[in-house]
Every structure is written in C-alpha cells, then in structure tokens.
C-alpha cells in the first residue's frame, strides 16, 4: 500500500524557515516524480513544486520560485521542502503527492504550516 | 495560467439521484504527446484529496462505477450516476497538461 507521510509543520514568523519532510512507503520511490501542493480556505489548491524521480530537475510556480526548494533523498525514500523568507500567505495545509504519468494517485495526509507573528 | 471555472460551486443531492459536475478550462488541456490532462478528486471533511478520474474519463482503481467522466477540449463533466453517503464533500477538477499544474474552485456536494 502507497503511503506518504508528511512533517516538520508548525508556527513560525514572517521571513522565517521551515523544512518539511514526507516519508514514502509502499513503492519504488526512486521511480516517481513527486509533487507538493498546500490547500487554504481562501485560494484552495494551489500546487507548489514538482521534482523529477532523480532528483535532477525541479519546478515551481512564480509564487514561491527563489524562496522554496524541493528536495529528495531516494536512500531514505524521503521528499523535502525547504521553505525560507515565509509569508503570511504560505499558511496552508502542505500536502506531498506521487506522480503517475502526469496525475496525482497518491496524497499524504499533510501537515500545516503557519506563518504568523 | 490555466484557469479551471468549476459549477456548481454546491450541490445538495437526493440519496439514490444523479448528480453532475461541470469544469470549464481557459485554455484546450490537450498536452502535446496528445493526451488531454483533466482529472477528478474527491476530498472528504478531514481528509487529503484522492485521485477519482484521470485523463478525462479514466476510473483510478478501486473508484467506483458510479463515477463517470467525459469532456473534450475545454469543457468536461464528472456524473456520479446515484450519489451515496460517502460522495459527499468537495470535489475539484485539475489540469497538468501545462505548467504551472491548476486546480478549479471546488464543487461541495452534500445530501439533501
């Protein structure tokens, strides 16, 4: 069974860091692109990076470009988001999903993140 | 960016009826390895999204045969042919046929 375990959220001020881990089980991790995306009551679904099975390639939207970096370690079968310079606006609820093809089959439970003073 | 306009944006549905669910793409979803990239999750209250239809009308395995989608271009629906107990929640349509990956507003559906 795919599962996907995310941590590392919490409280933290504006123009703070945060890294958040999701611990995979259940499949070949080393095989899967990986994506996080986070959920607020106000803007929704909004996908926040991508990273391909190696590692080599990263993506994101402008929105977090230059202050977020996705990461993975495929020895411990572990994503990573390294989140600095935080906003307000990047309170959410982050979740890490697999990718299959293009989609995404499988979710964590997530983690929240609150960036307040 | 790909805007997703879902409707409605609620519905309350009759156990046992049908009910039906619009997404409306700002731009053709069509990828050019010449697949078209709109699925359908489900979320439940308290819980993480989940992978319903994929590629327009594809099931994920273990949905089930309840759900139906189908669509082409820029306009796509998911049916669910006789709603349950457990379809409730919000149901939301995404595109990865172009970055950055889009999500529509959500549609709630509860029992009436």
């Known amino acids: 069974e795919v599962q996907l375990l995310e941590s590392g959220g919490g409280l933290v001020q504006p123009g703070g860091s945060l890294r958040l881990s999701c611990a995979a089980s259940?499949?070949?991790?080393?095989?899967?692109?990986m994506r996080w995306v986070r959920q607020t009551p106000g803007k929704g679904l909004e996908w926040v990076s991508s990273?391909?099975?190696?590692?080599?390639?990263?993506y994101y939207p402008d929105s977090v470009k230059g202050r977020f970096s996705i990461s993975r370690d495929n020895s411990k079968n572990t994503l990573y988001l390294q989140m600095n310079s935080l906003r307000d606006e990047d309170t959410a609820v982050y979740y890490c999903?697999?990718?299959?093809?293009?989609?995404?089959?499988?979710w964590g439970q997530g983690t929240r993140v609150t960036v307040s003073s | 960016d790909i805007v997703l306009t879902q409707t409605p944006l609620s519905s309350s549905v009759t156990l046992g009826q049908p009910a039906s669910i619009s997404c409306r793409s700002s731009q053709s979803l069509v990828h050019t390895d010449g697949d078209t990239y709109l699925s359908w999750l489900h979320q439940r209250p308290g819980q993480p999204p989940r992978l319903l239809i994929y590629?327009?009308?594809n099931r994920f395995s273990g949905v089930p045969d309840r759900f139906s989608g189908s669509g082409a271009g820029t306009e796509f629906t998911l049916k669910i042919s006789r709603v349950e107990p457990e379809d409730v929640g919000v149901y939301y349509c995404?595109?990865?046929?172009?970055?950055?990956?889009?999500f529509g507003q959500g549609t709630k559906v509860e029992i009436k």
């Open positions: 999903a697999r990718i299959m093809g293009r989609d995404l089959d499988s």
């Open positions: 995404t595109q990865a046929a172009q970055t950055p990956l889009t």
């Open positions: 990273i391909s099975p190696n590692g080599h390639d990263t």
């Open positions: 590629k327009i009308s």
């Open positions: 259940g499949f070949t991790f080393s095989t899967y692109g």
